[in-house]
């Protein structure tokens, strides 16, 4: 099988097929989770709008996969207490009875039942909460996560059952024999080879760069994807003080916003803005960046303002489109798998919760498809990669059992234990362990994807490229010019995280 896509879908079918024993090719374009999947709102949840649109199975099947994943990944999946503030006499009752279903639908799989508190209780858990007409909360359980730690891990799981998974290698062309697909042709960007990869079934999990990839194959064929755009902002931890996330149950546009304890800050999110076409670095918008703003401040005191926001960050919603669904955040998170005439297998739409129940529904399809022997798919007690023993506290957390390595590998050298910045906890070791062991290649592959610097303060991050860049050419022997290179190219990138005014 070769994978088209190196985000969540596609890392969870490489994993799933190589732990079934088919041999594997996985290729994307630029870094593991360039696009959609290192982009979220850092929630594993079961979807408490689809359960007030009456999408009952897909909450329940979200539900159950949250809880695998707290199984499989406890040092990167981690339950979170959402806190529901309630301002009018009638909300108790009205969110109570819908939360109640979710602990239902949850069953074994449960993180915590959800409850009720008291205006006191409320305040305990959200130090800032606008106590104005403030009543009391619900409270009710979901998951926080990293979202490319998950995937750098689930990439490596996959690795170490024999998958071959490469960034920077995009498909150009597919590989014809008579009316069907027979593998695809990549380049490596480093090198600048081009390569013919010969293949049973092509799996096409391009996120938001599905119908991208479709038409390579058939230049005429229609658009499946809706886009919609989301973005996110960071501030500092005293916006929202604790372990609690805050959640503002409907707004103006129809969706949910969260207020989110994420790596000592606040992460804030998220909006819905239909979009045109797609890129690999959408860009916020200042009407988007204004809403969410306003929003908070209804919620918070004191309330951050532009100033106050360290980072902000857009991603892309890749969903399924939908005749007469109207707005895009009424379209729902369910996926779906098309084969086209030619072969082709396309997996579309879904959310980070549900990647492993996709990727199984996904390999079932395309070994169908090709005609490969049936294998029974395993992934629902798999062990992601550090998952499998203690975890050490603090930032090296997300490393679950591989913490100790790491340790070892800073502890080797003096400067290793250095920090990159003060603002951050990331040291000069981690730099290192990402370019020899998490395929990291730039410098905004590590303090993007590999750290999360750029997403959590991105004044820091520049101040770091320095670092990370001559720790870097150390590590994959590279020149100085390089590093300029990769200086300049970052800090460009890094402007776009940054709300000027």
Same mark, same amino acid.
């Given at each position: 099988?070769?994978i088209i896509?190196?985000?969540?879908t596609?890392?969870g ?6 732990a079934?024993?088919y ?5 994307e374009q630029?870094?593991f &989770?360039?696009?959609?999947?290192s982009?979220s709102?850092k929630l ?7 359960l007030?649109?009456g999408?009952?199975?897909l909450?329940?099947? /979200?539900l159950?996969e949250?809880?695998r994943?707290?199984?499989n990944?406890?040092?990167?999946v +981690? ?7 309630? +301002? ?25 039942k959800?409850? !009720?508190l008291?205006?006191a ?6 130090p800032?909460i606008q ?7 619900v409270c +009710?359980?979901?998951?926080g996560?990293d979202?490319t730690?998950?995937?750098v891990?689930?990439v490596?799981?996959?690795t170490n ?12 062309n597919?590989?014809?024999? &008579?009316?069907g ?7 490596? !960007? ?6 013919e ?5 092509v799996?096409?999990?391009?996120g938001?760069?599905?119908d991208?990839?479709r ?5 005429q /064929?229609?658009?499946?994807l809706?886009a919609?755009?989301?973005i996110?902002?960071?501030?500092d931890?005293k916006f929202?003080?604790? %372990? ?9 546009d129809?969706?949910?916003?969260? =207020?989110i ?7 804030i ?5 239909p979009l045109?076409s797609?890129s690999?670095?959408p ?8 809403f ?10 004191p309330?951050?303002t532009?100033? %106050?926001v360290?980072?902000?960050f857009a ?8 005749d007469?669904?109207?707005?895009t955040s009424?379209?729902g998170? @369910?996926?779906?798998i098309h084969?086209?005439?030619q072969?082709?297998?396309?997996i579309l739409?879904?959310?980070w919760?549900? +990647?492993r129940?996709? /990727?199984e ?14 294998q029974?798919c395993?992934t629902t007690?798999q062990?992601?990669l550090?998952?499998?023993?203690p ?9 679950g ?11 080797s050298?003096?400067?290793y234990?250095e920090l990159?910045?003060?603002?951050l906890?990331?040291?000069?070791g981690?730099?290192?362990w990402a370019a020899?062991?998490?395929s =990291?290649?730039t410098?905004? %592959? ?6 999360r ?7 820091a ?5 320095p670092?990370v860049?001559k ?7 590279r ?9 300049? @190219?970052?800090t460009?990138l =890094? ?6 005014t």
């Amino acid at each position: 099988m070769v994978i088209i896509g190196g985000g969540a879908t596609g890392a969870g079918i490489a994993l799933d097929a190589a732990a079934r024993g088919y041999q594997v090719a996985l290729f994307e374009q630029h870094d593991f &989770g360039k696009g959609t999947s290192s982009r979220s709102t850092k929630l594993i949840h079961g979807g408490v709008r689809y359960l007030e649109q009456g999408n009952i199975t897909l909450v329940r099947d /979200a539900l159950r996969e949250r809880g695998r994943l707290h199984k499989n990944v406890p040092h990167l999946v +981690y339950p979170l207490p959402t806190v529901l503030p309630l +301002y009018r006499w009638w909300e108790s009752a009205y969110y109570s009875l819908g939360l109640k279903a979710y602990d239902l639908l949850a069953g074994r799989w449960g993180l915590g039942k959800s409850r !009720r508190l008291s205006k006191a209780k409320t305040v305990e858990l959200l130090p800032t909460i606008q106590r104005k007409n403030l009543h009391g909360a619900v409270c +009710y359980y979901d998951a926080g996560f990293d979202d490319t730690r998950l995937l750098v891990s689930i990439v490596q799981t996959a690795t170490n059952l024999g998958a071959v998974c490469l960034n920077y290698t995009p498909v150009e062309n597919f590989i014809q024999q &008579g009316d069907g697909i027979a593998g695809v042709v990549v380049k490596d !960007r480093e090198s600048g080879e081009t390569v013919e990869v010969s293949a049973k079934v092509v799996i096409n999990a391009a996120g938001p760069f599905s119908d991208r990839v479709r038409q390579l194959s058939d230049p005429q /064929a229609k658009p499946y994807l809706a886009a919609s755009q989301g973005i996110h902002l960071v501030v500092d931890q005293k916006f929202l003080p604790g %372990d609690s996330a805050l959640i503002v149950p409907k707004t103006s546009d129809g969706r949910i916003i969260f =207020a989110i304890p994420w790596h000592n800050h606040v992460l804030i999110g998220t909006t819905d803005t239909p979009l045109v076409s797609v890129s690999l670095e959408p860009k916020p918008r200042q009407d988007e960046i204004n809403f969410l703003l306003k929003t908070v401040a209804e919620y918070l005191e004191p309330a951050p303002t532009t100033k %106050d926001v360290l980072s902000v960050f857009a991603g892309i919603r890749p969903l399924v489109r939908q005749d007469g669904a109207g707005k895009t955040s009424k379209l729902g998170r @369910d996926h779906s798998i098309h084969v086209s005439p030619q072969g082709l297998v396309t997996i579309l739409g879904g959310k980070w919760t549900t +990647y492993r129940k996709m /990727a199984e529904d996904c390999v079932n399809r395309a070994a169908e498809s090709a005609n490969l022997p049936s294998q029974a798919c395993t992934t629902t007690e798999q062990p992601i990669l550090g998952g499998t023993g203690p975890a050490l506290d603090g930032p090296l957390q997300v490393y679950g059992s591989l913490g100790p390595d790491v340790v070892k590998l800073i502890e080797s050298r003096p400067e290793y234990a250095e920090l990159l910045d003060d603002a951050l906890p990331y040291q000069a070791g981690q730099v290192v362990w990402a370019a020899r062991y998490e395929s =990291a290649r730039t410098v905004e %592959d590590v303090l993007a994807r590999r750290l999360r610097a750029l997403f959590l303060n991105s004044r820091a991050a520049v101040r770091s490229a320095p670092r990370v860049a001559k720790l870097l050419a150390e590590e994959l022997d590279r020149d100085q010019a390089w590093q300029d290179q990769q200086i300049m @190219d970052f800090t460009a990138l =890094a402007e776009q995280y940054l709300i000027t005014t």
